[in-house]
T-cell receptor, first 112, second 118 residues
């Protein structure tokens, strides 16, 4: 099993560009999550999907959209990237909401 | 509101020493979950433990042990006989789901950087 996979690993965007971060899990988990990690801030939840067909805002949703494409895949979209969105993005999944979360390797995004 | 405080931003020990990482949490909910995660220098996040608010039994897993005390709202993590490979950032986290099943909140502490020197 690959666990949780994320693409791309690295990305550089110019301000105003858009992009989608992809996440997939092969553990048959119901719940999936997107986080950002910034120095000194720890991890902050952007959006989550408790189960297929549902998505909800986390702590820092502004500037992002998500799609739970199916049970396996949960994508994060930046419609108009801003330098404040420079961060490391982690996707995670768990069997159910509040379950033990398993994380992907992260995507390092730089917006110039 | 909920909060997780990891007061120790950095700890440095010598190999084979025991070390305790502190985690203090705040929540008004009676049902919640607590977690510890490890982030080694390579950057991935590794799940270590999940504990629900009704289970105050301490847990031991090899050199790792966790002490959950509701009376002091603490969920501390001890590494016995530390090794260089234990060097990492350790995060404590708290999750709450309200009784209606919506409004899930997950809060991470800011992490403690543990350096184990040979």
């Amino acid at each position: 099993n690959a666990g949780v996979t994320q693409t791309p690993k690295f990305q550089v965007l110019k301000t105003g560009q858009s992009m989608t971060l992809q996440c997939a899990q092969d553990m048959n988990h119901n719940s999936m999550y997107w986080y950002r990690q910034d120095p000194g801030m720890g991890l902050r939840l952007i959006y989550y999907s408790a189960s297929e067909g549902t998505t909800d805002k986390g702590e820092v949703p502004n500037g992002y959209n998500v799609s739970r494409l199916n049970k396996r895949e949960f994508s994060l979209r930046l419609e108009s990237a801003a330098p404040s969105q420079t961060s490391v993005y982690f996707c995670a999944s768990s069997e159910g909401i509040q379950g033990s979360q398993y994380f992907g390797p992260g995507t390092r995004l730089t917006v110039t | 509101a909920q909060k997780v405080t990891q007061a120790q931003t950095e700890i440095s020990v010598v190999e084979k020493e025991d070390v305790t990482l502190d985690c203090v949490y705040e929540t008004r909910d009676t049902t919640y979950y607590l977690f510890w995660y490890k982030q080694p220098p390579s950057g991935e996040l590794v799940f270590l433990i999940r504990r629900n608010s009704f289970d105050e039994q301490n847990e031991i897993s090899g050199r790792y042990s966790w002490n959950f005390q509701k009376s002091t709202s603490s969920f501390n993590f001890t590494i016995t006989a530390s090794q260089v490979v234990d060097s990492a950032v350790y995060f404590c986290a708290l999750s709450v789901l309200n009784s209606g099943g919506s409004n899930y909140k997950l809060t991470f502490g800011k992490g403690t950087l543990l350096t184990v020197n040979p």
